[in-house]
């Protein structure tokens, strides 16, 4: 083996292979001719890369191993680390992207003199991009010199994906490799708070204010707010981690359509604290978007007591949240939007009662957003957007505050799960930001014209109330002892029921479903002759090339996608797509009719055969595709073997705190296809009872619990 050969751990096999880590444990214990550890630790041994790929191939594992993995192998296991070889790549990519010509002629030449050439093309590039004073150092011959061949193959991948997608491939791959190590704003939620921004600065613009020209994220983190600002607008940000904050610029940098100036717009991101030691002391912008830290109570209280941006109250050390929303504000041009995420307590803490007093009275804090939990980490509590307007002279306070709930909105399809519990794919984006801007949109109708009324004589209160969703407070209303302001204590939720109306059609479809599952109940089992039949593996299966066997992930794509809940309940594909897109080798795969779907984690025996309704959704995480060919299994007698109690048993790990099924262990028996077929459609009638059960079971919860909402709320009268 090569001295420079690139190691790959057993989570790295996996992946290349399309199976779980525990398959490849299975594989070392059960074959002595798999490769031998080259490094790592005893619990967690490193492989050589090119043995490892010699093995999958002999073992019909493994046709050949994508560019993209490759790539990333070459990558995670660079010498100085992997956050030092991304930003080589993003480096390299943005050269290849700017200069190509530059480009091939050093890369002409042997991997040293590419290596000694390298830097002074890159300091170039990143100083036409960052300026002399920027968060991308340019790397020295001496540090480039490992990562060439890697720059070489980031290249090579560019070429046939772009660069921009080739570099989210590998930065949302370290993200993902490393979950605890950042803090992630996902893409629908940045999307929705640049677009609460831009939707302001729209009304602003009917009343005679100046387009957006400038955005600051004071807490850049891995740059997804200023990923979703639209339009020729110069950028700033600043992160504390340096190493983030250079792999942030390149990101934004590659996202951009070319240095500053050329598209209109221009990017400075720069390194340190922002509270302690603010890079942009005199910048005011049109707009601030910011993800803050969380609860942080070393946010540097003693040292900026008479710090001049506590216009509004010094917050608490216990209020670190307050301290960002009033720097957001300080950065802030007069009429200028600041949309803020905030964990809900800094809505009703005492301790910061009178700071947020003193935002209603003068009217910079305009409307305060309730996201379902799951929208962004922590994933189990409903946080919120806090929206802002730094006042101006003569500005006259807003006398309501908009308090918006999109809980209620962000419900998946009855039946399922509430999104509390863990799901983060299954909150519905669409109803999040219809309802979020819609009524932020009639809030600020007039604004600017307050007293005047260019609504069709439609007060505010008129248009933006809706029951459990949203409403104008008049801001009197909240100035009392506590100054709470989560919309859960203003927004009285509607019936659930839906009225009486609502229940009676939920009773008539439950009537229908009942008669409907008695009419699918099984008939008696007939007693069988145990017949020890000869069994083979999904694995042979697969190997033999009478099905596939694919893995869900977290591609691209615009499609729904079928979460492992969506198994688990029977219901329909909830989840969204992610977004922005990896390249396009990494889409998520579309599942098709006939296709076989088992949860990964669990050890339950759940499978799910895709029908006519569900196909065209993308493969989510957590579950094992099957797409066996029609003229050798059929899909049900496939499916309904599969969920053998024992059968499962055998081929789940106990190994750890979670079940863990490996699909290619999974046995059934050899039957000729007409024999499959009649097992196929006990197991299809099987199905179809379960759905009505099912069915009954969620109709059953409604009507109850809407009876009880109707009769405590007079909506429904005792009879």
Same mark, same amino acid.
């Given at each position: 083996?090569?001295?420079?050969?690139?190691?790959?751990? *057993?989570?790295?096999?996996?992946?290349?292979? #399309?199976?779980?880590?525990?398959?490849?444990?299975?594989?070392?214990?059960?074959?002595?001719?798999?490769?031998?550890?080259?490094?790592?630790?005893?619990?967690?041994?490193?492989?050589?890369?090119?043995?490892?790929?010699?093995?999958?191939?002999?073992?019909? $594992?493994?046709?050949?191993?994508?560019?993209?993995?490759?790539?990333?192998?070459?990558?995670?296991?660079?010498?100085?680390?992997?956050?030092?070889? %991304?930003?080589?790549?993003?480096?390299?990519? %943005?050269?290849?992207?700017?200069?190509?010509?530059?480009?091939?002629?050093?890369?002409?030449?042997?991997?040293?003199?590419?290596?000694?050439?390298?830097?002074?093309? /890159?300091?170039?590039?990143?100083?036409?991009?960052?300026?002399?004073?920027?968060?991308?150092?340019?790397?020295?011959?001496?540090?480039?010199?490992?990562?060439?061949? %890697?720059?070489? *193959?980031?290249?090579?991948?560019?070429?046939?994906?772009?660069?921009?997608?080739?570099?989210?491939?590998?930065?949302?791959?370290?993200?993902?490799?490393?979950?605890?190590?950042? !803090?992630?704003?996902?893409?629908?939620?940045?999307?929705?708070?640049?677009?609460?921004?831009?939707?302001?600065?729209?009304?602003?613009?009917?009343?005679?204010?100046?387009?957006?020209?400038?955005?600051?994220?004071?807490?850049?983190?891995?740059?997804?707010?200023?990923?979703?600002?639209?339009?020729?607008?110069?950028?700033?940000?600043?992160?504390?981690?340096?190493?983030?904050?250079?792999?942030?610029?390149?990101?934004?940098? /590659?996202?951009?359509?070319?240095?500053?100036?050329?598209?209109?717009?221009? %990017?400075?991101?720069?390194?340190?604290?922002?509270?302690?030691?603010?890079?942009?002391? +005199?910048?005011?912008?049109?707009?601030?978007?910011?993800?803050?830290?969380?609860?942080?109570?070393?946010?540097?209280?003693?040292?900026?007591?008479?710090?001049?941006?506590?216009?509004?109250?010094?917050?608490?050390?216990?209020?670190?949240?307050?301290?960002? =929303?009033?720097?957001?504000?300080?950065?802030?041009?007069?009429?200028?939007?600041?949309?803020?995420?905030?964990?809900?307590?800094?809505?009703?803490?005492?301790?910061?009662?009178?700071?947020?007093?003193?935002?209603?009275?003068?009217?910079?804090?305009?409307?305060?957003?309730?996201?379902?939990?799951?929208?962004?980490?922590?994933?189990?509590?409903?946080?919120?957007?806090?929206?802002?307007?730094?006042?101006?002279?003569?500005?006259?306070?807003?006398?309501?505050?908009?308090?918006?709930?999109?809980?209620?909105?962000?419900?998946?399809?009855? #039946?399922?799960?509430?999104?509390?519990?863990?799901?983060?794919?299954? &909150?519905?984006? !669409?109803?999040?930001?219809?309802?979020?801007?819609?009524?932020?949109?009639?809030?600020?109708?007039?604004?600017?014209?307050?007293?005047?009324?260019?609504?069709?004589?439609?007060?505010?209160?008129?248009?933006?109330?809706?029951?459990?969703?949203?409403?104008?407070?008049?801001? &009197?209303?909240?100035?009392?002892?506590?100054?709470?302001?989560?919309?859960?204590?203003? @927004?009285?939720?509607? *019936?659930?029921?839906? #009225? *009486?109306?609502?229940?009676?059609?939920?009773?008539? +479809? /439950?009537?229908?479903?009942?008669?409907? !599952?008695?009419?699918?109940?099984?008939?008696?089992?007939?007693?069988?002759?145990?017949?020890?039949?000869?069994?083979?593996?999904?694995?042979?299966?697969?190997?033999?090339?009478?099905?596939?066997?694919?893995?869900?992930?977290?591609?691209?794509?615009?499609?729904?996608?079928?979460?492992?809940?969506?198994?688990?309940?029977?219901?329909?594909?909830?989840?969204?797509? !992610?977004?922005?897109?990896?390249?396009?080798?990494?889409?998520?795969?579309?599942?098709?009719?006939?296709?076989?779907?088992?949860? =990964?984690?669990?050890?339950?025996?759940?499978?799910?055969?895709?029908?006519?309704?569900?196909?065209?959704?993308?493969?989510?995480?957590?579950?094992?595709?099957?797409?066996?060919?029609?003229?050798?299994?059929?899909?049900?007698?496939?499916?309904?073997?599969?969920?053998?109690?024992?059968?499962?048993?055998?081929?789940?790990?106990?190994?750890?705190?979670?079940?863990? @099924?490996?699909?290619?262990?999974?046995?059934?028996?050899?039957?000729?296809?007409?024999?499959?077929?009649?097992?196929?459609?006990?197991?299809?009638?099987?199905?179809?009872?379960?759905?009505?059960?099912?069915?009954?079971?969620?109709?059953?919860?409604?009507?109850?619990?809407?009876?009880?909402?109707?009769?405590?709320?007079?909506?429904?009268?005792? $009879?």
């Amino acid at each position: 083996m090569p001295e420079s050969s690139t190691e790959v751990t *057993a989570a790295g096999i996996a992946r290349l292979a #399309g199976v779980g880590r525990a398959a490849v444990s299975n594989w070392r214990r059960r074959h002595a001719d798999f490769p031998k550890p080259v490094g790592g630790t005893e619990t967690s041994p490193s492989f050589a890369l090119p043995e490892v790929e010699q093995w999958l191939r002999e073992q019909g $594992k493994l046709a050949e191993v994508p560019l993209r993995e490759r790539v990333w192998q070459q990558l995670s296991g660079h010498p100085a680390g992997a956050v030092t070889a %991304l930003i080589h790549a993003g480096c390299a990519l %943005l050269l290849v992207r700017d200069r190509p010509t530059a480009w091939l002629e050093i890369t002409a030449v042997s991997d040293a003199r590419m290596a000694r050439v390298l830097p002074g093309a /890159l300091d170039d590039v990143l100083t036409a991009h960052f300026g002399r004073e920027r968060a991308v150092h340019t790397p020295d011959a001496a540090g480039l010199a490992p990562s060439v061949p %890697l720059l070489r *193959a980031v290249a090579e991948l560019a070429a046939g994906t772009g660069v921009r997608k080739a570099f989210e491939f590998l930065f949302v791959r370290q993200l993902d490799a490393n979950p605890r190590q950042y !803090t992630l704003t996902p893409p629908d939620l940045a999307e929705l708070m640049a677009d609460l921004a831009e939707q302001d600065r729209a009304a602003g613009l009917r009343s005679g204010a100046q387009p957006a020209r400038a955005v600051l994220d004071p807490a850049a983190g891995t740059g997804a707010l200023l990923r979703a600002v639209g339009g020729p607008t110069a950028l700033y940000a600043q992160e504390a981690d340096p190493e983030l904050a250079a792999l942030t610029a390149l990101r934004l940098a /590659l996202h951009s359509d070319g240095p500053a100036g050329k598209d209109g717009g221009a %990017l400075t991101v720069r390194t340190g604290d922002t509270l302690r030691a603010d890079a942009f002391p +005199r910048l005011t912008v049109d707009a601030v978007l910011c993800h803050p830290p969380f609860n942080e109570r070393n946010w540097g209280h003693d040292e900026l007591a008479y710090d001049p941006r506590w216009e509004y109250g010094f917050p608490a050390r216990t209020e670190s949240e307050l301290a960002w =929303v009033q720097h957001a504000l300080a950065r802030l041009r007069e009429g200028g939007t600041a949309v803020v995420l905030m964990p809900p307590a800094a809505a009703s803490r005492r301790s910061g009662r009178r700071i947020r007093a003193d935002l209603l009275r003068r009217g910079a804090l305009r409307a305060v957003i309730a996201l379902p939990a799951g929208a962004a980490p922590p994933y189990g509590i409903p946080l919120h957007l806090w929206v802002l307007r730094k006042p101006g002279a003569g500005h006259r306070p807003v006398p309501e505050l908009l308090l918006v709930d999109t809980a209620e909105s962000a419900e998946p399809a009855a #039946g399922a799960a509430s999104p509390a519990a863990g799901g983060r794919d299954r &909150i519905d984006w !669409t109803a999040v930001r219809s309802a979020a801007l819609g009524a932020w949109n009639a809030f600020t109708e007039d604004h600017g014209t307050e007293g005047s009324d260019g609504t069709g004589g439609k007060s505010r209160a008129d248009r933006v109330d809706r029951p459990g969703v949203s409403r104008a407070v008049p801001v &009197i209303e909240l100035l009392d002892d506590d100054v709470d302001l989560a919309p859960a204590r203003h @927004l009285p939720p509607p *019936a659930s029921g839906g #009225g *009486a109306a609502e229940l009676i059609r939920v009773r008539e +479809r /439950l009537d229908d479903t009942l008669k409907l !599952t008695a009419r699918l109940t099984p008939p008696p089992a007939a007693p069988s002759d145990l017949v020890r039949r000869p069994l083979t593996t999904v694995g042979e299966l697969a190997r033999a090339g009478a099905l596939q066997l694919r893995t869900g992930g977290s591609g691209s794509g615009t499609a729904p996608v079928l979460t492992e809940h969506d198994v688990l309940a029977g219901t329909a594909p909830s989840g969204s797509p !992610t977004a922005p897109a990896a390249p396009s080798e990494d889409e998520a795969l579309l599942l098709e009719p006939g296709d076989v779907v088992v949860p =990964v984690l669990g050890g339950g025996s759940v499978t799910r055969v895709v029908d006519d309704a569900t196909a065209g959704a993308a493969l989510g995480r957590n579950l094992q595709l099957l797409r066996p060919d029609p003229a050798a299994l059929d899909p049900w007698f496939l499916a309904g073997f599969l969920r053998g109690t024992a059968n499962n048993r055998q081929a789940s790990s106990y190994a750890s705190t979670a079940t863990r @099924l490996d699909a290619r262990r999974l046995q059934l028996p050899r039957l000729p296809l007409a024999e499959q077929q009649r097992y196929g459609e006990q197991f299809r009638a099987l199905a179809a009872f379960e759905d009505a059960l099912r069915t009954a079971g969620r109709l059953g919860g409604r009507l109850v619990q809407g009876m009880y909402d109707g009769l405590t709320d007079g909506t429904v009268a005792p $009879k």
